[in-house]
C-alpha cells in the first residue's frame, strides 16, 4: 500500500513537472524525491513476495490500514521537503522580496 | 532495519564526485571558451546527471528512514538503530543491508543509467515543430 501511494504521488508529481510553466515551483524535487522511495519499496515489496509468496497479496487489513497510513505520511513529509526547499532556494525571489518589505 | 543506509552512503559518495566533475568541467568551460559554440554538440553535462542520482538516492533514503522511524527501527538516541542493540539483531540487520540495501542501490542506479542514455538520445534528437492545424 505504501509503494501504491508513493508511485500515484510519484506519477502526478511528474506529470505535473512534464505540463509546468517555468522551473519556478522546483518540480523535479517532488518526482525524484518519490520516484527514488518508490524504486526503494519496490525492491522492498520484492523481497517480501519472494518470502511471503502469494500471501504478500492478501494483507491483514490492519496491516493494509497502517500501511495506507503510512503512505500518505510519506507523501505529506515529501511534500514538507519540497515547501523547505522552495522556500530556502527562493527561485521566484518571493521570500527574498517579503523580507527585504519595510512594512 | 536499516536498508536506507546503503542508498545514503553512495549518495554522499556520488555527491563528493559531483562536485568534483562541477570543478572539472568549469575548468574546462574556461579553456574551451574560444571554441565557436556553433559548433560544440549539444550534450547534458556529467554533473548535472549525477546530481539526477543524488536526487533520487538521498530521496529515496529519507523517506524510507521515516518509514524505519514510523516502525520505530531508528530512534532519537543511540545506537538510533534498535538492531544494535541485540547481536542477532544486529546480524540479521547487516544481512538485510547487504541483500535488500545493496539491491536498492543497483536498482536506483540501474534506473539513473538508463534514464541518462534517454536524456542523451533526447538532446541529441532535432527539435520538430507540432503541425498547425489550419482553420
Known amino acids: 500500500m505504501t509503494l501504491l501511494i508513493t508511485v500515484f504521488a510519484a506519477v502526478i508529481a511528474t506529470l505535473t513537472w512534464y505540463n509546468r510553466k517555468n522551473d519556478d515551483l522546483k518540480i523535479e524535487v517532488l518526482c525524484f524525491m518519490y520516484w527514488g522511495a518508490s524504486l526503494m519499496w519496490l525492491i522492498d515489496a520484492i523481497f517480501e513476495f519472494a518470502e511471503l509468496k502469494a500471501d504478500y497479496f492478501a494483507p491483514a487489513a490492519q496491516d493494509m490500514l497502517n500501511d495506507a497510513f503510512l503512505g500518505l505520511a510519506v507523501v505529506a513529509l515529501g511534500l514538507v521537503i519540497w515547501v523547505c526547499v522552495l522556500l530556502i532556494k527562493d527561485p521566484k525571489g518571493s521570500v527574498r522580496a517579503a523580507l527585504k518589505k519595510s512594512n | ?135
Open chain 2, 1 to 135: 532495519m536499516a536498508c536506507f543506509l546503503v542508498s545514503a552512503a553512495e549518495a554522499a559518495v556520488v555527491k563528493a564526485v559531483e562536485k568534483h566533475e562541477e570543478k572539472v568541467e568549469a575548468q574546462a568551460a574556461v579553456s574551451e571558451s574560444a571554441v565557436n559554440e556553433a559548433e560544440v554538440e549539444p550534450k547534458i553535462p556529467m554533473s548535472r546527471k549525477l546530481k539526477w542520482l543524488t536526487r533520487l538516492l538521498i530521496g529515496g533514503a529519507v523517506l524510507l528512514a521515516f518509514e524505519h522511524v514510523w516502525h520505530g527501527e531508528v530512534v532519537p538516541w543511540f545506537p538510533f538503530l534498535t538492531a544494535m542493540s541485540d547481536p542477532a539483531d544486529t546480524a540479521e540487520m547487516l544481512h538485510e543491508m547487504a541483500t535488500v540495501g545493496v539491491s536498492m542501490a543497483v536498482l536506483i542506479t540501474a534506473v539513473w543509467f538508463v534514464m541518462c542514455k534517454v536524456a542523451d538520445a533526447l538532446v541529441k534528437k532535432p527539435v520538430v515543430e507540432p503541425e498547425k492545424t489550419i482553420a
